[in-house]
């Protein structure tokens, strides 16, 4: 399975890196304290000429990066790899070594510091960090505190049943493996609470990964450490398990002006959803969501969208039958002079709804829903 879901990132970033030669918009400051600081921008980006992300000019690496493979992986240099180029000089990026941080450590006001990891990134780079870590005790998780310093476009998380791999950070790509996923964050996203006996659990010997998108748009190297604080309660305050589902389409072709893209994901198992997330890049203005159900149209979602405040909205309860389809509608400003396509780069775009339910039922496989 671990093969199989490799060969999937692999299929995925090829995709995204034969997607042709369209312009992009100018990338923002990413991280809770997101900003676009225009001066800093322009010195790594030309706001009146921006390079699209698979523009010739661009150094995307000769292989792209595969969870255990590529640069930072086994049998290669563990200290540095070479990120995404949006500027000849890039360079390469330091792998730090990581602090042995304590697990489920106090960090105030009741959080606990699940996992962490320390990055670097190079001028004008973009990348991604994954990190491993197998879980040494149960955990019901009933909040989350995303800690993302500017250079983090987004966190996510992915659980397998049990270890994949050894327990280390590296370089890698898109995507997380596992079963089924946790809550995740983007620019700006805010702490949030579960509700009332609501919990994500982590039991002893799963193994979670934290990918990180790290893009780094001044003329400096960026340093930090990114990751997520938690709350817990007891086991038997649990009353439902929880997970998260990320439905939306992987394809995109947004022309210049305004535009509505859409996509769709048919659920496979009866749930109750609790909270939405929706995310997309630079040029997202709108998502609404809807669910089709045998008694009709119900809205899930229907608001402005901002990508530097990335944004978990809590809902009432919405009862949802396996067969029940989820539509995403995106609307987009493309101020640009050619289309913009799908993509994981932050010049690229996205059009998913992050959706909360219960039971975890794992239906997902930790893959996004869509067709």
């Known amino acids: 399975m671990g093969t199989q879901r490799s060969l999937f990132v692999l299929l995925l970033v090829l995709v995204l890196n034969a997607c042709g030669d369209d312009a992009a918009p100018p990338p923002l400051e990413l991280g809770n304290d997101a900003s676009t600081e225009d001066a800093r921008v322009e010195d790594a980006i030309d706001f009146d000429n921006p390079e699209p992300p698979n523009d010739?000019?661009?150094?995307?690496?000769?292989?792209?990066?595969?969870?255990?493979?590529?640069?930072?992986?086994?049998?290669?240099?563990?200290?540095?790899?070479?990120?995404?180029?949006?500027?000849?000089?890039?360079?390469?990026?330091?792998?730090?070594?990581?602090?042995?941080?304590?697990?489920?450590?106090?960090?105030?006001?009741?959080?606990?510091?699940?996992?962490?990891?320390?990055?670097?990134?190079?001028?004008?780079?973009?990348?991604?960090?994954?990190?491993?870590?197998?879980?040494?005790?149960?955990?019901?998780?009933?909040?989350?505190?995303?800690?993302?310093?500017?250079?983090?476009?987004?966190?996510?998380?992915?659980?397998?049943?049990?270890?994949?791999?050894?327990?280390?950070?590296?370089?890698?790509?898109?995507?997380?493996?596992?079963?089924?996923?946790?809550?995740?964050?983007?620019?700006?996203?805010?702490?949030?609470?579960?509700?009332?006996?609501?919990?994500?659990?982590?039991?002893?010997?799963?193994?979670?990964?934290?990918?990180?998108?790290?893009?780094?748009?001044?003329?400096?190297?960026?340093?930090?450490?990114?990751?997520?604080?938690?709350?817990?309660?007891?086991?038997?305050?649990?009353?439902?398990?929880?997970?998260?589902?990320?439905?939306?389409?992987l394809m995109l072709n947004i022309p210049v002006g305004e535009s509505t893209q859409l996509g769709q994901c048919t659920l496979s198992a009866d749930v109750t959803l609790y909270s939405v997330q929706p995310h997309m890049h630079q040029i997202g203005t709108h998502l609404r969501a809807t669910a089709m159900t045998a008694a009709g149209e119900v809205p899930i979602h229907d608001g402005p969208y901002d990508f530097t405040h990335q944004v978990v909205h809590d809902i009432d309860p919405i009862e949802l039958k396996s067969g029940d389809v989820v539509k995403i509608e995106c609307t987009y400003q493309n101020d640009t002079s050619s289309p913009v396509m799908w993509g994981d780069s932050s010049l690229d775009e996205m059009c998913f709804i992050g959706l909360s339910v219960y039971p975890a039922t794992g239906s997902s496989g930790g893959f996004p829903c869509s067709n």
């Open 56 to 249: 010739a000019n661009v150094d995307y690496d000769a292989e792209p990066f595969i969870p255990g493979a590529g640069p930072g992986g086994d049998g290669d240099d563990t200290t540095s790899t070479q990120d995404r180029c949006y500027d000849a000089s890039c360079g390469r990026s330091a792998l730090p070594v990581q602090e042995d941080l304590e697990f489920l450590e106090p960090m105030g006001d009741g959080w606990l510091r699940l996992m962490e990891a320390d990055w670097e990134l190079a001028p004008t780079a973009e990348g991604y960090r994954c990190m491993t870590f197998t879980i040494p005790e149960d955990v019901y998780i009933t909040a989350f505190y995303p800690q993302s310093p500017q250079g983090t476009h987004h966190a996510t998380f992915g659980v397998a049943e049990s270890a994949e791999g050894p327990d280390r950070v590296y370089a890698c790509g898109v995507g997380v493996s596992g079963t089924r996923r946790l809550q995740g964050s983007g620019a700006g996203t805010e702490p949030s609470e579960l509700p009332d006996g609501v919990a994500q659990p982590l039991r002893k010997g799963q193994q979670i990964t934290m990918n990180l998108h790290l893009f780094n748009v001044t003329d400096e190297t960026l340093r930090g450490r990114s990751g997520v604080w938690v709350k817990a309660i007891p086991a038997d305050q649990v009353v439902n398990e929880s997970e998260s589902i990320l439905a939306g389409p």
